[in-house]
């Protein structure tokens, strides 16, 4: 990958990485896995042996899918039983376009940080495209693609009146993160995540099991209403400023009507930036 303006060689993981990392024992139950990411606001946690060394990662997917799976139970399985065991890391010495690139390739948007294997930090992809987007002039704003080139033009969405129900299984079944919420013309009025779901429904295999009154909610009563959208006319830089500044995942990219025409999230564009945008 070519080197961009601003950017040099020293660049490195050990540049961007949060060194307070929040992280799981093989012992640790679900629910306490489920406590903590509600707790810190994370959407990853490492899981690491006695030793330091990352054995597994346990993300709010991984949390999201236990949902549906109503034989565990949450206090009692311990985070082995759901967490990602082949983890992706990277050294701390790595150049930021390397990471970056393993990010987009494999389409995650974190890696735990060792030094000699151990567990010294994570970088996250909304780390690396805020590096990367200080690195581009905005001068240039008016030369780079425009969020039509780089968006998902399939979007999955839900409608206001469905259950929450419903919408865990759109999340796991399409294994996305954000479903834009729009009415009978297709207009955008909300938007909702996995982890507006899970905040709302609590420990989610209990809900399973006491047919909690939560999941039988509609999307409406928790969706985000009058979300931030983009149009697909608008540059990348735009919409990247629009993710970073109100540190969000995704935005539902509009026509000037408000109908959804797509979806772009921080994962798309951190995929432009290292050149492997389709």
């Known amino acids: 990958m070519s080197m961009q303006a601003g ?16 992280q799981l024992r093989e012992t640790d139950s679900i629910a306490h896995a489920h406590q903590v990411m509600l707790w810190s606001g994370s959407r990853h946690l490492p899981v690491v042996s006695g030793s330091g060394r990352v054995v597994g990662m346990v993300s709010d997917r991984d949390l999201l899918h236990f949902v549906s799976d109503p034989t565990l139970t949450p206090g009692q399985t311990p985070v082995t039983k759901i967490m990602t065991s082949d983890v992706i890391t990277v050294d701390s010495h790595v150049p930021v376009g390397e990471a970056s690139a393993r990010m987009a390739a494999k389409k995650i948007d974190c890696l735990p940080v060792v030094e000699q294997g151990r567990l010294v930090g994570i970088v996250t992809a909304m780390d690396v495209l805020a ?15 425009i969020v039509a080139d780089v968006m998902r033009r399939r979007a999955v969405a839900i409608g206001p009146e469905a259950r929450l129900l419903d919408a865990v299984a759109l999340l796991t079944e399409s294994e996305i993160r954000h479903l834009p919420v729009v009415d009978t013309y297709k207009r ?5 995540s996995d982890r507006d779901i899970r905040a709302k ?3 989610p295999v209990q809900a399973l099991v006491d047919e909690s009154p939560a999941l039988a909610l509609t999307v409406e009563s ?12 608008a540059s990348v830089l735009e919409a990247a400023d629009a993710l970073l500044d109100d540190r969000i995942g995704a935005i539902p990219v509009v026509d000037e009507e408000e109908h959804l025409v797509g979806i772009l999230s921080y994962v798309d564009l951190l995929a432009y930036l290292v050149g492997r945008g389709r």
């Open 131 to 145: 590096e990367r987007g200080r690195l581009i002039p905005t001068a240039r704003a008016r030369h780079m693609p």
């Open 188 to 192: 955008v009025i909300g938007i909702i």
């Open 201 to 203: 429904v609590g420990d």
């Open 222 to 233: 928790i969706m985000t209403s009058n979300p931030i959208t983009v149009r697909p006319s």
């Open 7 to 22: 950017q040099t060689e020293d660049t490195t993981v050990a540049d961007l990485m949060s060194k307070r990392v929040l």
